[in-house]
């Protein structure tokens, strides 16, 4: 057998694969010996089957799966020892004059190889990192939300702007039919306020959802629609009152801190703003990593320039999936994984070049503090050793799980990487201002 390579350009190149009969006959007989051995054929007694009968029936498939195995695994393990970093998988050419018959196989394959680039950590158009604070109106708002969760809720007969109204609301023709509650004093502008104020239970009001709310997100919660609908959404909607309700605010004392935190941390108010403003920007500081995060990837993918093997990448994709895609659907489908293909070549450079290495039990480590900051919030704060490995064991057989966990953790060891060795432009903001600068 013979195996050689052939560079077309810095991109592609051609492995061809010469086997002669030497090269998988010993194989062939000795599967085509264990046929004879078991064989049935009618008028021949078990294992006395003569071979010629035996290679007549069965001798070319067995030719044929034995040369495809052989082919398989030289193939491999070419592609190992010559350490090629290929992209895809190797795509076999068609001959279309193929002879099984022939005394030699010739085999050729496409690849497509990964191209060579280095990856700048300072670019000049630097990234922005986000050091989002909790101001003292939503520090002040949270107070408030507190004390009406822990409240005295009391039945009214009519809406009035200090109450919460509970009703169901109805578009038959974007098949909106949801039940939410509502705070009046989230209701933007005097004319929507006015058909709420003085409403009782059965009233069926008329709306219009555009700047019905104060906040876009109170409006997508109140209808039941997504993230994306919610945008520039104008339509009318009625709105079914079936229960109007206010609610006395708790008082601020220690019977209150207590019910929030039970180990006694927080005896005065002072010192509950400084919990709530400590909880909050432990969240935001997770969303401004997962943000800087992304900026970082778009900056990588936009600053780092290489070329890739696109006619064989998109000919690949073209039988990789489940389903067989045309020419043009695979050129759509490449066009869409580009940027992620592009930014996967990137990590994987800078992980290899910075010896950023995930093992088996960084990742059982990472499982087990996922799975104990689940069981923390159903109230089990002291979960045992042997169960959380038992747990974290079961999880990583899942091999989505298990990549879906990997892929975290990766990442967060990136962001400390990029934390570590890149420049950025700091900006200090509210949470109000970071939404706006960011998403919209």
Do not use: C
Not at 5 to 26: F, P, R, S, T, W
Not at 142 to 163: C, F, L, P
Not at 168 to 176: A, G, P, Q, S
């Amino acid at each position: 057998m013979n195996i050689t390579k052939e560079n077309v350009d810095a991109l592609n190149a051609v492995v061809k694969v010469d086997i002669v009969a030497e090269d998988y006959q010993d194989k062939v007989t000795k599967v085509l010996n264990d046929y004879r051995k078991t064989a049935n054929i009618p008028g021949f007694r078990k294992g006395h089957v003569p071979m010629g009968m035996v290679k007549k029936q069965y001798g070319k498939s067995v030719m044929i799966d034995e040369v495809n195995k052989l082919l398989q695994e030289s193939l491999n393990k070419f592609l190992v020892e010559e350490k090629l970093d290929i992209l895809g998988n190797p795509l076999p050419r068609v001959q279309e004059d193929f002879n099984w018959d022939a005394d030699k196989f010739s085999f050729e394959f496409e690849l497509g190889l990964a191209p060579e680039f280095d990856v700048n950590l300072q670019p000049k158009n630097k990234v922005t990192q986000y050091n989002i604070v909790a101001t003292d109106e939503l520090i002040e708002k949270e107070v408030e939300n507190i004390q009406s969760r822990y409240g005295k809720m009391s039945a009214k007969d009519e809406v009035a702007e200090q109450t919460n109204v509970t009703g169901t609301f109805v578009n038959e023709e974007k098949e909106i039919n949801k039940k939410s509650t509502i705070s009046v004093k989230d209701i933007k502008g005097k004319t929507n306020l006015k058909k709420f104020v003085g409403a009782k239970v059965g009233d069926v009001l008329e709306l219009k959802t555009k700047n019905l709310f104060e906040d876009e997100h109170k409006l997508q919660g109140a209808l039941g629609v997504s993230h994306e609908e919610v945008h520039d959404l104008d339509i009318p909607v009625t709105f079914t009152i079936e229960e109007i309700t206010e609610i006395e605010p708790a008082e601020l004392d220690q019977e209150l801190f207590d019910k929030l935190f039970a180990d006694g941390s927080v005896k005065t108010v002072t010192e509950l703003k400084d919990k709530i403003k400590e909880d909050a920007e432990k969240q935001f500081q997770q969303q401004a990593d997962q943000q800087l995060l992304n900026a970082i990837t778009e900056n990588l993918v936009d600053n780092t320039k290489f070329d890739l093997p696109v006619e064989f990448l998109q000919k690949w994709l073209q039988t990789a999936g489940e389903k067989e895609l045309t020419a043009e659907e695979a050129v759509e489908e490449y066009n869409k994984s580009e940027k992620g293909l592009r930014y996967q070549l990137i990590e994987g450079k800078i992980m290899k070049d910075n010896d950023i290495k995930l093992d088996y039990a960084e990742l059982v480590d990472y499982a087990k503090g996922f799975i104990r900051a689940q069981m923390a919030q159903f109230g089990n704060m002291n979960p045992e050793e042997k169960e959380l490995d038992d747990i974290a064991g079961r999880i990583l057989q899942n091999q989505d799980e298990a990549q879906k966990l990997q892929s975290q953790l990766i990442s967060q060891k990136l962001l400390a990487f990029y934390k570590e060795n890149m420049s950025f432009d700091t900006k200090e903001v509210s949470y109000e201002d970071f939404i706006k600068e960011v998403y919209k």
